[in-house]
């Protein structure tokens, strides 16, 4: 048996679902909830809801995007040939920041990661691959983060895309070790991008 009234612990559950709420901040967040007056809690409510019922993600790239598709892969100025690979969709917001990439992208959702059970079937793989002949593409641009999944990442899809007979590129180092994409600098990522080198997948 729960300490909390049911619908407490449900709410305490949900949270404690979400990336980074462990189960202390999950009760924390919960009671402030609880305390909030009842139409700031509705518009938290009607966010969530918004953006499930909005937003999708793009049926080419993965991006989000109202529609069936994200207004990159609708802009035919873009160049189709060349793909930059990214984990999450705000990794598309920080690389467009640069300037330097005039291509499409697709979003893996995710990083393979064996320590939280992802491996390449839990990420949008298959449809990259899918996307390759048909939209004619001769470059992929590992853009996964500097950390040991996004390394694991684009390791594995290097592998797997070298022997299609692309060129298969990956963002120079120089972005910080360990971090995320989204907390370079434009300078830096966009010289990181420039810089790419194809990969040697041995
Ligand atoms: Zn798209």
Do not use: W
């Amino acid at each position: 048996m729960s300490a909390y009234a049911a619908p407490v612990q449900d709410l305490i559950d949900e949270l404690g679902r979400l990336p980074g709420v462990g189960p202390k901040s999950a009760q924390r967040i919960a009671f402030h909830l609880l305390k909030l007056p009842k139409q700031d809690a509705l518009r938290l409510a009607r966010a969530i809801t918004e953006v499930k019922d909005r937003v999708a993600f793009c049926q080419r790239c993965f991006n989000v995007c109202e529609g069936d598709e994200c207004a990159i892969c609708l802009d035919d100025r873009r160049d189709a040939t060349v793909v930059c690979v990214v984990e999450e969709p705000r990794d598309i917001v920080a690389v467009e920041k640069t300037g330097e990439f005039s291509g499409r992208y697709h979003v893996l959702q995710g990083a393979i990661s064996p320590i939280e059970g992802v491996g390449p079937d839990q990420l949008r793989v298959k449809e990259l691959l899918a996307r390759l002949e048909p939209e004619g593409v001769v470059e992929v641009i590992l853009c996964t983060n500097p950390n040991i999944e996004g390394e694991a990442t684009a390791m594995y899809l290097s592998r797997l895309l070298q022997p299609l007979g692309l060129t298969v590129t990956r963002i120079a180092s120089g972005l910080p070790v360990g971090g995320d994409l989204e907390y370079a600098d434009e300078l830096t990522l966009g010289r990181a991008l420039e810089g790419r080198r194809e990969v040697d997948a041995g």
